[in-house]
């Protein structure tokens, strides 16, 4: 309302939205412009002349007959040609139009009921809207490439469909019996790239020339399709109503909608615009495997993706760990001696974990998480092979491997290997071979399969690790060297089903660990869940600074028991937060009084 004269001008021949106001209010519409951009006999002025110069000399002569009262400055959106930068000026033409209202309908149908199913399912509001506003398909382009429309013209804008100009004199020749071939022109336009994509699950096996052949018998419909959501209408939407059209059945069952990588201005990354790295350049920095993990490490479906170069540089990076595994267990002297405990439980763990993952990952594909189950793989190589079950079977400097142990290690990694193989298959078939002989390559090997499931299992092995970290951070804290051996006293309050004492033994370098009721004076200690955990006090141990310590940890839990406390006693909390929240405060508040508890009777025993 603040800008413009109070006038609406309406041309429904140059201006798309006038074109809908006009079609709707059944205006005429008056075409001024010929097609090379000078003004026609419509225009009834300025006859002949260009289209910018005509721009120019109105204002010139609206001033010379007092018409002009003044000229503001202002910016404009003005659309230019990619191809030949020059301004686009909209313009009625004639062009082809495919009837879509009818057509459509099972492609919308069957989204909705989900016949085939969208990858991740919030992109079925976009394709609802699109198809229930559905207009008809211009499938002309004024182009020189492309498959030409096979429409033929004879006497001004008659015509007749046919597949060749011979055919096309034949159905003429119905209608005029003296046409003669050479009276036939056939239409310049191509039709749209999208119209013969459309056709693309179909064409691919001779579908629509042979439409009952052995192929497409046998491939029609496949699974799954994967593409970007940029396309979700002018691709996808379009294969299924083809499918429908062409064939009565869905052209595939699935569709997994990625990301668009994106420049850091947001910007989607075109040849075009020139903001897309070279991928050959990146490949030759980071690895083909190294780009492809950093790219989807953070790329879940259906939303775009930054694009950052330290990503395939973490990439590389989990590249590198792999080879550094391999390293390791090449380096190992192999020896036909008893197998450690240590070795024998880290086995049965890991085989139960990489089941539970094995499990997990599936479940991730079967959801079209893609990016998720990479994660899954990544923490399993990352956190638990590399990080723990290398650190308890490596023998100690000097000392050489049993053979049951390197055996089981292999078999594991190349299980491993086999997981990561849709993710990284370059390294993942180097390493495979290199691992052991193999008869076959990983790409045509089975899928490992999930077995066993025992969760108490794991549930112990990490209260071990938790162990190990609490005896490793008492080391940090009182900086008690590595080497030194040190003892562990256990008061469970909860009985476990397995115990890795062995694993203690190695990784926290135990000389001793006891059970039993009585807390342990003169102590450093830590709980987990409702099991304490108590290491002795070695000659060396600073009373006062320990008494400070304590101190100081119990003015903090208190601080913080006052804070929970205070967000449990608020009403309007508890009533409008989630459940869970709720429950995870009300935990906070338990765990924080019991550890006021044992610090309470730490400081009791020192003073």
Request: proline share 3%.
């Amino acid at each position: 309302m603040e800008f413009g004269t109070g006038a609406l001008k309406i041309t429904p021949a140059h201006d798309i939205n006038d074109y809908e106001i006009g079609d709707k209010h059944s205006l005429e519409s008056i075409d001024i412009l010929n097609d090379d951009g000078t003004l026609n006999k419509s225009a009834k002025l300025y006859i002949g002349e260009d289209r910018f110069d005509v721009r120019e000399k109105i204002s010139v002569d609206l001033k010379k007959i007092g018409a002009l009262i003044k000229k503001e400055e202002y910016k404009n959106k003005v659309g230019f040609s990619e191809r030949t930068n020059t301004i686009i000026e909209p313009k009625l033409s004639m062009q082809w139009f495919f009837k879509m209202e009818e057509i459509s309908k099972p492609a919308l149908e069957n989204i909705m009921n989900d016949g085939i199913q969208l990858h991740p399912a919030k992109f079925k509001n976009t394709y609802r809207h699109w198809m229930e506003n559905i207009k008809d398909w211009c499938v002309s382009r004024q182009l020189w490439w492309g498959q030409q429309i096979p429409a033929y013209f004879y006497d001004g804008n008659k015509y007749v469909i046919a597949e060749n100009k011979v055919e096309a004199l034949r159905k003429a020749k119905l209608l005029k019996a003296d046409i003669r071939i050479e009276d036939l022109r056939q239409d310049e336009d191509v039709l749209d790239t999208w119209f013969s994509s459309w056709l693309w699950p179909i064409s691919v096996f001779d579908g629509i020339r042979n439409p009952n052949n052995e192929e497409i018998d046998y491939y029609y419909p496949t699974n799954d399709l994967v593409t970007g959501p940029d396309i979700l209408f002018f691709w996808v939407a379009r294969m299924i109503i083809a499918g429908y059209e062409y064939k009565s059945e869905l052209p595939f069952k699935n569709v997994y909608l990625t990301g668009l990588v994106r420049d850091k201005e947001g910007r989607k990354m075109s040849k075009s615009l020139g903001n897309s790295p070279d991928p050959l350049e990146l490949i030759e920095k980071y690895g083909a495997d190294g780009v492809r993990v950093g790219m989807l490490l953070c790329a879940p479906a259906g939303n775009d993706l930054p694009f950052d170069e330290g990503l395939c540089e973490q990439g590389r990076n989990f590249s590198n760990k792999l080879w550094n595994a391999l390293r390791l267990i090449k380096g190992w002297n192999i020896e036909e001696k008893e197998q450690p405990q240590s070795s024998v439980d880290a086995i049965k763990w890991f085989n139960i974990k990489i089941d539970k993952v094995i499990n997990d990952i599936n479940k991730s594909f079967e959801k079209y998480r893609v990016s998720e189950a990479l994660m899954l793989t990544y923490k399993l190589v990352w956190d638990d092979f590399c990080s723990l079950y290398l650190e308890i079977i490596k023998p100690e400097y000097g000392d050489s491997i049993d053979t049951k142990t390197i055996e089981s290690t292999n078999e594991i990694f190349s299980k491993i290997l086999q997981l990561l193989h849709p993710f990284m298959p370059f390294i993942s078939e180097e390493i495979w071979h290199l691992i052991s002989n193999k008869n076959s390559d990983i790409i045509v090997s089975q899928w490992p399969k999930s077995t066993k499931l025992d969760k108490e299992m794991l549930e112990c092995f990490e209260d071990t690790i938790e162990i190990v970290s609490g005896i490793r951070n008492i080391r940090r804290k009182k900086n008690i060297a590595n080497k030194e051996k040190l003892e562990l006293h256990i008061i469970q309050n909860v009985e476990k089903k397995y115990n890795f004492n062995s694993i203690l033994y190695k990784l926290a370098n135990l000389s001793k660990i006891s059970l039993g009721k009585n807390k342990i004076e003169n102590s450093f200690s830590f709980m987990i869940h409702s099991n304490e955990y108590f290491v002795p006090l070695l000659e060396n141990f600073d009373k006062k600074t320990e008494l400070l310590q304590l101190n100081k940890d119990l003015d903090y839990t208190k601080g913080f028991l006052k804070i929970v406390s205070g967000k449990l006693a608020n009403k309007k909390f508890v009533e409008n937060a989630p459940e869970k929240l709720v429950l995870n405060e009300k935990n906070k508040q338990e765990d924080a009084k019991e550890k006021i508890r044992i610090l309470t009777e730490k400081i009791k025993l020192l003073s």
